[in-house]
């Protein structure tokens, strides 16, 4: 499991201090792009010249609203992995390691060759 703290940042809220709903998909995609470089060492920088990893669906369940200034933790899970494509989700997103679940969501990408051309095999690393 990887985990990806997130402060709620001003940018994030809407003005009555609540999460913007499109902002948590931002932050989703701000963790799938630190566990690429973090865990697998392929920063986005290095993968968007030969390819890429576009979301080819997600699906999002909204429990709580997020607030300014909460501490949230996204724990991202590998939920399936093929030749061309794998599954995440992202099985809580919750305000601190003991917090309830706020907006936990589920992803599922595909890498395309450059320039987009269709799937593509993850390379062998």
């Not at 630190?34 to 990893?53: I, N, S």
């Not at 709580?64 to 590998?78: F, N, Q, T």
Request: charged letters at 20%.
């Amino acid at each position: 499991m990887y985990e990806f703290h997130q402060k709620v940042l001003f940018k994030h809220c809407d003005p009555a201090g609540i999460v913007f709903f499109p902002r948590y998909y931002e932050m989703v995609n701000d963790c799938v792009e630190a566990f690429f470089a973090d865990v697998l060492d392929w920063p986005f920088e290095a993968m968007h010249g030969a390819g890429a990893v576009p979301t080819r669906a997600i699906d999002t369940e909204f429990l709580a609203p997020s607030r300014h200034g909460d501490a949230l933790v996204l724990e991202m899970r590998i939920t399936a992995l093929g030749r061309t494509s794998g599954g995440y989700g992202i099985v809580r997103a919750a305000l601190g390691k003991q917090g309830s679940p706020t907006a936990p969501r589920w992803s599922m990408w595909m890498r395309q060759a450059a320039p987009m051309h269709g799937p593509h095999a993850w390379p062998r690393r």
